[in-house]
């Protein structure tokens, strides 16, 4: 079945410091990848997306590339900011039409210190 | 534009009691999804209307959850009764159609519910 699985938290940061965050997936057919960002208090929010191979989503500083030979959508911040602290889920939609079920990853929390 | 919202944030019931989630999508949004979160592990799909219709339940763990989308509206979740291991955060999400333009899912704040 289809399966998301992202590197372990929490991950503890100083301000400006890059970051790496690895998510790979196990999937049939060709999936969309998503990551969302949970900051506190509130709900998920779609941070970034591509919807086939080689396609880079990139919002907010953040950046992932889909690469189907590796099965792999690693989130990247070149300088992270206090206010990046929030947990992010890396998520895939399988299916043709892409209005499918998401399936997460175990989150990962992570935290920036000033 | 109005969110998602969910109803209540946080509800503390003891085993055995009966407890009911509400969700509102953003209007015209065709999808309704419901995903829950245990214990900190990953967020797991329950299921999935298309307008009043139960597209796909494949995630409901046993039949003490009865999720309903009357009219094609607000949908609830009614956990009966409730057990121990059902505590979590209940997400609720929509998304406008079922094409790549328009599939994007938008969540809810999330109901984080306490079995004692």
């Known amino acids: 079945g289809n399966s998301v699985t992202q590197m372990e938290g929490p991950v503890t940061l100083s301000e400006e410091a890059f970051l790496t965050i690895n998510c790979t997936y196990t999937?049939?057919?060709?999936?969309?990848l998503f990551w969302y960002v949970q900051y506190p208090g509130e709900g998920l929010q779609l941070l970034l997306k591509?919807?086939?191979?080689?396609d880079k989503g990139s919002n907010k500083g953040f950046e992932a590339t889909y690469r189907k030979e590796t099965t792999s959508f690693h989130l990247e911040k070149g300088s992270v900011q206090v206010s990046d602290s929030a947990v992010y889920f890396c998520a895939l939609s399988a299916g043709d039409q892409g209005a499918q079920k998401l399936v997460f990853g175990q989150g990962t929390r992570l935290t920036i210190n000033p | 534009e109005a969110g998602v919202t969910q109803f209540p944030s946080h509800s503390v019931i003891e085993k055995g009691q009966t407890v009911t989630l509400r969700c509102d999508p953003i209007?015209?949004?065709?999808?309704l999804y419901w995903y829950r979160r245990v214990m900190g592990k990953e967020i797991k799909f329950l299921l999935h209307?298309?307008?009043?219709?139960?597209?796909?339940e494949s995630g409901m763990p046993n039949n003490r959850f009865l999720a309903e989308r009357t009219g094609g509206t607000y949908s609830t979740l009614k956990v009966q009764p409730a057990e121990l291991e059902d505590s979590g955060v209940y997400f609720c999400?929509?998304?406008?159609?079922?094409?790549?333009?328009?599939?994007?899912?938008?969540f809810g704040p999330g109901t984080r519910l306490t079995v004692t």
């Open positions: 999400a929509s998304s406008q159609g079922l094409n790549r333009a328009t599939y994007e899912q938008y």
């Open positions: 209007s015209g949004h065709d999808n």
């Open positions: 591509a919807t086939k191979a080689d």
């Open positions: 209307f298309v307008k009043e219709s139960k597209q796909d």
């Open positions: 999937a049939t057919g060709y999936p969309s």
